[in-house]
T-cell receptor, first 109, second 114 residues
Framework: GQQVMQIPQYQHVQEGEDFTTYCNSSTTLSNIQWYKQRPGGHPVFLIQ?????EVKKQKRLTFQFGEAKKNSSLHITATQTTDVGTYFC?????????FGTGTRLLVSP | DSGVTQTPKHLITATGQRVTLRCSPRSGDLSVYWYQQSLDQGLQFLIQYYNGEERAKGNILERFSAQQFPDLHSELNLSSLELGDSALYFC?????????????FGEGSWLTVV
């Protein structure tokens, strides 16, 4: 079955450093969604990418969809302690979301 | 607050027992999804219902079953519980049945099997 892997599994940065998580699929992705889950919380939708090569920005967050639609990335510029959490990508396959393995981000002040 | 309500928030039960988790979707949402989150398995899709009918099935064990009622709330039934069933169970909802829509997660139900 389809596997959606994210790397790194875990990253610890100092506040102000940049952070990137990569999402890779064994099959072509339909659309890609990104979610953030704060510690002890539930996943919250961030954004959806639809087109090959698409780039979207939300303040310090930049989301990119690969040209071949088999990978995606989320880049955070100048991390803040409020960025702490686990970031999941998810493939919007038929009828269901297939979530990636997640990247847990820890930010030290 | 996503508008998706799950009960109970926490549940501790013994192996071999049966529990029911309940979910009320956001007002107007017809699709309900169930996900299981454990430490080493990430977010695993279990099952989806749309307007009362099962639409998609994931890695749901035969010991687990679900249904969506006419008022659109959903229940996930877990039986013959094992220690490995301990996890956070999320319900999510969306307006339509296609997964291209944003889905909204509830706070989750923490299940501990002892």
């Amino acid at each position: 079955g389809q596997q959606v892997m994210q790397i790194p599994q875990y990253q610890h940065v100092q506040e102000g450093e940049d952070f990137t998580t990569y999402c890779n699929s064994s099959t072509t992705l339909s659309n890609i969604q990104w979610y953030k889950q704060r510690p002890g919380g539930h996943p919250v939708f961030l954004i959806q990418l639809v087109k090959s090569g698409e780039v979207k920005k939300q303040k310090r967050l930049t989301f990119q969809f690969g040209e071949a639609k088999k990978n995606s990335s989320l880049h955070i510029t100048a991390t803040q302690t409020t960025d702490v959490g686990t970031y999941f990508c998810a493939d919007t396959g038929f009828q269901k979301l297939v979530f990636g393995t997640g990247t847990r981000l820890l930010v030290s002040p | 607050d996503s508008g998706v309500t799950q009960t109970p928030k926490h549940l501790i039960t013994a192996t071999g027992q049966r529990v029911t988790l309940r979910c009320s979707p956001r007002s107007g949402d017809l699709s309900v999804y169930w996900y299981q989150q454990s430490l080493d398995q990430g977010l695993q899709f279990l099952i989806q219902y749309y307007n009362g009918e099962e639409r998609a099935k994931g890695n749901i064990l035969e010991r687990f079953s679900a249904q969506q009622f006419p008022d659109l709330h959903s229940e996930l039934n877990l039986s013959s519980l094992e220690l490995g069933d301990s996890a956070l169970y999320f319900c999510a909802s969306s307006p339509q049945q296609g997964s291209g829509n944003t889905i909204y997660f509830g706070e989750g139900s923490w299940l501990t099997v002892v």
